[in-house]
C-alpha cells in the first residue's frame, strides 16, 4: 500500500529565509509525487510533481524539491521565504499500479514572519 | 483555458437531506475525482470516473454516489446528510494519463 508522511504539521520562517517541508513516501511501484499548495478558502494548485524523469524538480514560485529513491523522500524547499507563500502543503503520491488515485500527507501549515 | 468550475460554492443543509454538488472539468479532461476535505480526516479520496464510469472508489458510505455524463462533467451525491458530512469536497479533472490532476475551488458545505 502506499502512503506518505509529512513530518511536520506546522512551520514557520522568517521571510527571506530558506523553507523546508518535508515529506516521506511508501510505494510499491515506481511513484508519481507531487507537492500542492492550498491558501485559505481556495482549492489546490500544483506546485511541482516527479514522474520518474530528473530527480530534481523545478516548480512554480521559486519551489523546488528532490526525489530521493535511498531515503524515501520528497522534500520541498525554497530559497527564500516571502509572505505570499503562507498556505498549507500537501505532498501526495499517485498510485501508478492502475488505481491513478491521489494519496495525500496530512498537509504542513506554512507561516511567514515579517 | 477556464479552469474546473465546481458549483455551488457553498451549501448549507440540515441532517436528514440530501444534497447534490457539480463538477465541469477542463475541457479534454475525461477522468474527474472527488475528495472531501475536513480538519479532522484531512483530504480523502471519494471517487473517480472516467468515460462515465467509476472507476475507483474510496472508502466511504453508500450515501456518497456520483456520476459522469458524456461530456465529462460530474456530480456527486449525498443522502441522509450527517452533521459529520460538512467539509470542502474538492473536484479534481485529468487527462488520460491521470499524472497531474487540476482541482476546482471546492464546495464548502455545512450541515446543520
Known amino acids: 500500500a502506499q502512503s506518505v508522511t509529512q513530518l511536520d504539521s506546522h512551520v514557520s520562517v522568517s521571510e527571506g529565509t530558506p523553507v523546508l517541508l518535508r515529506c516521506n513516501y511508501s510505494?510499491?511501484?515506481?511513484?508519481?509525487l507531487f507537492w500542492y499548495v492550498q491558501h485559505p478558502n481556495k482549492g489546490l494548485q500544483l506546485l511541482l510533481k516527479?514522474?520518474?524523469?530528473?530527480?530534481l524538480v523545478k516548480g512554480i514560485n521559486g519551489f523546488e524539491a528532490e526525489f530521493k529513491k535511498s531515503e524515501t523522500s520528497f522534500h520541498l524547499t525554497k530559497p527564500s521565504a516571502h509572505m505570499s507563500d503562507a498556505a498549507e502543503y500537501f505532498c501526495?503520491?499517485?498510485?501508478?499500479?492502475?488505481?491513478?488515485?491521489?494519496?495525500f500527507g496530512t498537509g504542513t501549515r506554512l507561516k511567514v514572519l515579517a | 483555458k477556464a479552469g474546473v468550475t465546481q458549483t455551488p460554492r457553498y451549501l448549507i443543509k440540515t441532517r436528514g437531506q440530501q444534497v447534490t454538488l457539480s463538477c465541469s472539468p477542463i475541457?479534454?479532461?475525461?477522468?474527474v475525482s472527488w475528495y472531501q476535505q475536513t480538519p479532522g480526516q484531512g483530504l480523502q479520496f471519494l471517487f473517480e470516473?472516467?468515460?462515465?464510469?467509476?472507476?475507483n472508489k474510496g472508502n466511504f458510505p453508500g450515501r456518497f454516489s456520483g456520476r459522469q455524463f458524456s461530456n465529462s462533467r460530474s456530480e456527486m451525491n449525498v443522502s441522509t446528510l450527517e452533521l459529520g458530512d460538512s467539509a470542502l469536497y474538492l473536484c479534481?479533472?485529468?487527462?488520460?494519463?491521470?499524472?497531474?490532476?487540476?482541482f476546482g475551488p471546492g464546495t464548502r458545505l455545512t450541515v446543520l
Open positions: 479534481a479533472s485529468s487527462l488520460p494519463d491521470y499524472n497531474e490532476q487540476f
Open positions: 510505494s510499491s511501484y515506481s511513484p508519481s
Open positions: 516527479y514522474t520518474s524523469a530528473a530527480t
Open positions: 501526495v503520491v499517485s498510485d501508478t499500479s492502475g488505481t491513478y488515485k491521489y494519496i
Open positions: 475541457s479534454g479532461h475525461r477522468s
Open positions: 470516473y472516467f468515460s462515465e464510469t467509476q472507476r
